[in-house]
């Protein structure tokens, strides 16, 4: 109740506009990994989501910030049932933890750039992504891109504007045999940046 | 306001509703007929546009036969739709995040809450003065000094062209009508409107039919002088016609049709000229699934405020 509520303010305030190029149900769990520029990325991929699915997909989020509030603590508890990371925890535990939860069934968000960005510049993903895929390589790593959230609600601004977001889910990548971190880090990445299909203001259109 | 049991509001309704329900059968008829891929996407196309006339036309017809407020809504939304395609094509920042909240959140409402109150002196004033001055006022307050002056003009851009010139529409409620019309203001809002859609689409069949020399290639390939003219002289003569539902005589009504028709072509190619510099084919296709109201509104960004000033200047 609750979490279709909030569903759909996020929907309407984003006017979030979702393209599926993998279907949105598979068969097995997925970790859902995308570009960080806004504090509403999180619920507007969730919202994004058919309802049914929303309940078994799970955030990963900062501990510390989700623990700051009765309201934050409330939501992630009870609504979003957030994996919460202790920052100053280590990489090991961290993996540990979003395993167990993709082991028990749930699927995951994660923003691997571990900050948000200005929403121009996405940064070279953080490990968590790599060791994730190599303890549980039965999930499907899902690319997703983000576009226009920065615009919406920027870093340190908490009305949002309502400007049209858009939101692209790619198809799925998987971890090649003997693949270095490096290297699906970067390919994880660049599939990310593949789905940003923003019009270029050079090359006008010729056709009406 | 416009109610059911005016006979003139009953004659344009009928007629427009005819007139959609024979162009879709019309459209039924050549979806069978069309066999090359080029003219079933051209009839598919038509087929598009009909469908969101039939949506167009109850919608504003149940807005302007409840009376003036919900007029005002309507257009308030139609603003605010239009304002959010705009913004959402243009490149805006982080440090325009709080001129963008002005814009959205009070002066859009504060512009249609004057309409609505009827405070013409403010609402003539309000966005071109005030909302002038504060939005930059803003953006250096905040800080950024990066393209200053192409953010400012940017969103000041906007809310005249998505909210100011559109609000004049409704704003034809407001006007000083001669007794014998009073009352019935509501028709002269729904003859600007019919007479700059038709204009659009008139221009765009005969440019269809005819379209051989082209205007503007560079910023509308479907933009042709035969579509102009053939357009425009329709839209003007039907505009004519439609005399008795305005307080002009037959003259001024053709006089009337010719400037609105002629500004709301301007104004779709300024609209288009945007869209090109941006790099998208319509406003409705920046995201997939989302309406385009700019795309249908285009004309009426400058034929409502031209029409509104011309009728209050000379009734």
């Known amino acids: 109740m609750v979490a279709s509520l909030i569903a759909g303010i996020a929907r309407l305030i984003t006017g979030a506009v979702a393209v599926w190029i993998v279907p949105p149900r598979g068969e097995r769990v997925r970790v859902y990994f995308a570009n960080h520029s806004s504090h509403a990325d999180f619920a ?3 919202a994004a989501l058919p309802p049914d699915l929303r309940a078994s997909t799970r955030p990963v989020a900062a ?29 090991e535990a961290a993996t540990a933890q ?37 303890a549980v390589p039965e999930a499907e790593l899902i690319p997703v891109c983000l576009v226009n959230l920065n615009r919406v609600l920027p870093k340190g601004e908490s009305i949002p504007v309502p400007v049209i977001a ?30 940003d299909v923003r019009p270029s203001p050079t090359e006008p259109s010729s056709d009406h | 306001m416009g109610n059911l049991s005016d006979p003139v509001l009953q004659q344009l ?50 807005a302007v036969l409840t009376g003036g407020i919900a007029s005002i809504v309507l257009f308030a939304l139609l603003s605010f739709f239009a304002l959010r395609e705009f913004i959402t094509l243009v490149d805006t920042g982080g440090g325009d995040h709080r001129a963008l909240l002005i814009a959205f959140f009070i002066a859009l409402p504060a512009q249609y809450v004057l309409v609505a109150v009827g405070w013409y002196g403010l609402f003539s004033i309000l966005i071109p003065v005030y909302a002038f001055l504060l939005i930059p006022g803003v953006l250096a307050i905040i800080g950024d000094t990066r393209d200053f002056l192409r953010r400012t003009a940017t969103i000041q851009w906007g809310l005249a062209v998505c909210v100011y010139s559109i609000s004049h529409a409704p704003a034809l409620l407001l006007l000083d009508v001669p007794a014998d019309y009073r009352g019935r203001e509501a028709l002269l809002l729904f003859w600007l409107v019919l007479v700059v859609q038709l204009s659009d689409v008139l221009q765009y069949v005969f440019g269809k039919l005819f379209g ?25 003569l039907i505009g004519a016609g439609l005399y008795w539902a305005t307080p002009f005589g037959p003259l001024e009504a053709a006089g009337m049709a010719l400037l609105v028709a002629l500004s709301g072509f301007l104004g ?34 400058f034929a409502a405020p031209v029409f509104f000033h011309v009728t209050r200047f000379f009734y």
């Not at chain 1, 994660?110 to 994730?132: I, N, Q």
């Not at chain 1, 090649?176 to 994880?188: V, Y």
Request: charged share 20%.
């Open chain 1, 44 to 46: 507007t991929i969730w």
């Open chain 2, 212 to 236: 051989r020399r082209k205007i503007a290639p560079r910023v509308s390939p479907n933009k042709t002088w035969e579509g102009f003219v053939g357009g425009v002289t329709c839209a003007t």
């Open chain 1, 166 to 195: 858009r939101l692209t889910f790619g198809s799925p990548i998987a971890l090649e045999p003997g693949e270095p971190k490096s290297a699906l880090l970067e390919r994880a990445r660049a599939a990310v940046l593949e789905l």
């Open chain 2, 268 to 301: 779709g190619l300024v609209m288009a000229a945007i869209k090109r510099d941006r790099g998208v084919k319509d406003y409705g296709a920046v995201i997939p699934g989302h309406g385009g109201v700019l795309d249908r509104i285009d004309s009426l960004t």
């Open chain 1, 63 to 91: 501990a510390d910030y989700w623990s700051g509030s009765a309201l934050r603590r409330y939501l992630m508890a009870s609504v979003f049932h957030g994996v919460l990371i202790d920052r100053a925890g280590g990489g």
């Open chain 2, 13 to 62: 309704l009928g007629g427009i509703f005819g007139a959609l329900a024979l162009g879709t059968i019309v459209g039924q008829i050549l979806k069978r007929r069309a066999r090359t891929p080029a003219s079933r996407e051209t009839v598919a196309n038509m087929n598009q546009r009909i469908m969101s006339w039939w949506v167009m036309c109850v919608v504003f017809g149940v």
């Open chain 1, 98 to 134: 979003m395993a167990d939860a993709l082991r028990g069934g749930d699927s995951l968000i994660m923003f691997p750039e571990g900050t948000r960005g200005d929403g121009r510049v996405v940064a070279p993903f953080r490990s968590g992504l790599y060791h994730l895929a190599v």
